[in-house]
């Protein structure tokens, strides 16, 4: 694919047998505020090297997929006003015109696949979205479930976000054979919230264990990824009434806005981010550290198998 521009440190990683992590542009653009978005950025990518691998940030900039970003483009990436938001489907008109665009998770998905990186490490998952007041049903359905199975790496997430119906989430990734472990967990993750009420069919408590799975999932018949959901570290859950009291208020502010499709989640955050008085960013970030770390520990161990 001539359109990929992959840098040099990472082909090299990656020629060299060396665990690689990818990670999306989206939580930078669009999940987090500028400055903030900045710090966190470098954050990520030093703890995947202190966990003895490479980080591939991916974005589109001048008309090409980035996979592996210098400081000066991440600060473009971060510094950005209306940066487009590019799932899947928005890569090849984002190229053809020449436009600037952060990646979702479904969009980091198959670039990294493409590229040759097997583990992606990220905040939050899309799913199926619950109607919102007065609708009986709903049929936004995030790209990132289709990416899944269709794109053999592992995603590291902290769930779906409590607006999601996380039932029928995880009834679509069942149908779409995506296994969905449980990192020393035994429920479903909810972003802000360490556990929802739904039950996971399978749960690892290393890092090694994990690494066992991947390995063993990328030589099984089919083409499907693997979800691990790595719940957000204790000390940073968000306290339950306070989440649903912002959970409520941010449904009702959709609704009054007719807000749909992909600008749900901004909307949501920025809710979250404003009402909590900066309780949710801390939880943010600490949930995509937690993550990517992670991330980056499964991705040495696999390149230690080869």
Known sequence: ????????????????????????????????????????????????????????????????????????????????????????????????MNQDGATTVASTAAIAHAAGIKVFGTGGLGGVHLPLPGKHTSWDVSADLDALAETPVLVVSSGVKSVLDIEATLELLETRSVPVIGYQVDHFPAFYLR?????????????????????AHLHMPGNSGILLANPIPAEYEMDRELHDRLLADGVRLLDERGVQGRDVTPVLLEHFHTASSGVSLDANEALVVSNVTLAAQIAADLAARQ
């Open 195 to 215: 556990e929802s009420a739904y039950k996971l069919p399978w749960r690892v408590d290393t890092a090694k264990q994990a690494a066992d799975i991947v390995h």
């Open 1 to 96: 694919m001539t359109s990929i521009a992959i840098a040099d440190e990472v082909r090299a990683a990656l020629a060299a047998g060396q665990g690689v992590v990818a990670l999306e542009s989206t939580i930078l653009s669009h999940g987090l505020p500028p400055g903030r978005n900045r710090k966190v950025a470098e954050r990520l990518e030093t703890v995947v090297r202190e966990a003895g691998a490479i980080p591939a940030t991916i974005a589109v900039l001048d008309g090409k997929i980035r996979v592996g970003l210098d400081s000066q483009q991440i600060d473009r990436v971060c510094a950005a006003e209306g940066l487009v938001k590019l799932s899947k489907r928005d890569l090849g008109p984002a190229i053809a």
